[in-house]
């Protein structure tokens, strides 16, 4: 057979890291069940190579020895094993209306490889009153509302997003950076929001995943996988992830190959870059101290052209010699967060924030938003690493302003759990 078609499944590992059989002590897809990802085929590979140890040994002459592969024996023979990276390419279509979350969905389970998650208990609501753009009075319970976790609407025909600061200001919700245009008929839109935790919740996550290609004559199971970079970048405006995600070991099963399994789709829509905005706010966040009080500021819109994000977890193996696996867990040891937006009109207003030192919360939209649509990224305390008066005009026909921003310290919000004051959230509409 020399066809290729292939797919790649995910199952969550719960608390087991690898997958252990509790009797052979080795890994195992039993208890695993498997979702097909809608991502593109290209980077669906075998994944892995070997691990061993080089024999150097004395000689008499010119030769070599075999390496002795670093793994376990069972039943008096070694066991298979690789490790190395998992990469895959999808775009982010949203969950659409039902269910009302993604906690059983591929993009959940990819995505709490390497964060946290939060949630709002609603959907929607409506402002019963409206205090200004960055408060309002809920229809619903006011405790509804997760501090930290994103919220976005249309407004004019296009979407907006914010996060959520203070759930109880009087009874009412604060809301950072502002929205244009607050009403009471605005219909508020819940996002699921990852983020990588930050003070006593440092290094957690949700699951680590067990990956498996599948095709006709071959099949490889990935177990113990964290995820370590997703980079969100544009294909003609739709919003596409690049995840890479190490594995601790790696295992083929070619005698029980059948087929490849036909992917799982979303019923929402793919975010495109587009009907949407970027934001920045028009004032400094609570950073290096904690607010008493739900940050509240305005916004400045940016005419963004493109954009990049970035964020990459340091993976540091918890190790130990009780398993084939090497370690008992794959720990965030820290996480770095990049982002880089291109203006097509530069602000001036945004000139002289590195030589300051300005820190301003950044939020880049993208639409559709509606029922289980809706996707957006943020960093609610953003430093520039570049002089954003030092345009890029090597082209032949506009000047260009480039942003380079990475997460500074959030003190903004007054909670310390949930996705609360967390260095950079990443929100999915329900």
Same mark, same amino acid.
């Given at each position: 057979m020399s066809v290729t078609h292939r797919s790649l499944s995910i199952a969550p590992e719960g608390s087991s890291f690898g997958s252990l059989d509790s009797t052979t002590g080795l890994p195992s897809t039993s208890g695993l069940t498997f979702i097909s990802i809608p991502c593109e085929r290209d980077p669906i590979v075998i994944y892995g190579e070997p691990i061993a140890s080089e024999?150097?040994?004395?000689?008499? $002459? +010119?030769?070599?020895?075999?390496?002795?592969?670093?793994?376990?024996?069972?039943?008096?023979?070694?066991?298979?094993?690789r490790t190395g990276q998992v990469n895959l390419r999808l775009d982010l279509t949203s969950i659409g209306s039902t269910p009302d979350n993604y906690d059983t969905n591929y993009l959940g389970y990819l995505l709490g490889a390497g964060f946290q998650t939060a949630k709002h208990t609603i959907t929607s609501d409506t402002p019963s009153?409206? $205090? +200004?753009?960055n408060l309002f009075t809920p229809t619903l319970t006011n405790t509804d509302y997760s501090i930290g976790a994103l919220l976005g609407c249309n407004i004019a025909g296009r979407a907006e997003y914010t996060a959520v600061t203070d759930n109880d200001e009087s009874g009412d919700i604060a809301i950072s950076p502002a929205l244009s245009n607050l009403?009471?008929?605005t219909t508020l839109r819940a996002l699921q929001t990852w983020y990588p935790g930050s003070r006593a919740q440092t290094g957690n996550k949700v699951d680590s995943v067990a990956f498996q290609v599948?095709?006709?004559?071959?099949?490889?199971?990935?177990f113990g996988c964290v995820l370590e970079t997703v980079s969100i970048s544009l294909d003609n405006g739709r919003v596409m992830a690049d995840l890479t995600y190490q594995s601790a070991c790696i295992q083929d099963d070619h005698a029980s190959a059948v087929a490849p399994v036909e992917p799982t789709y979303n019923a929402g829509s793919p975010p495109f870059f587009r009907g949407s905005y970027v934001v920045v706010s028009s004032a400094s966040p609570t950073s290096l101290t904690n607010a008493t009080a739900g940050d509240k500021l305005a916004r400045t819109a940016l005419d963004c052209e493109d954009f990049t994000l970035t964020i990459t977890n340091t993976l540091t193996p918890l190790g130990h010699s009780n398993s084939i696996l090497a370690m008992s867990e794959m720990e965030i040891s820290d996480v770095d967060v990049e982002l880089t937006l291109t203006l097509s009109s530069p602000s001036t207003t945004l000139n002289s924030d590195y030589f300051n030192r300005k820190i301003r919360q950044v939020l880049v939209g993208t639409g559709p938003v509606d029922d289980g649509k809706g996707c957006a990224f943020m960093i609610p305390a953003a430093y520039l690493t570049n002089d954003p008066s030092q345009y890029d005009v090597s082209g032949n026909d506009i000047v260009r302003q480039t942003l380079t921003y990475k997460q500074s310290r959030f003190g903004g919000d007054v909670a310390e759990t949930g996705a609360a004051n967390s260095p950079v959230r990443i929100g999915l509409g329900v």
């Open positions: 024999r150097n040994d004395a000689r008499d $002459g +010119s030769y070599g020895l075999p390496p002795e592969p670093d793994t376990v024996f069972s039943s008096g023979s070694r066991v298979r094993r009153a409206v $205090g +200004s753009n009403q009471t008929s599948e095709g006709v004559d071959f099949k490889t199971i990935c």
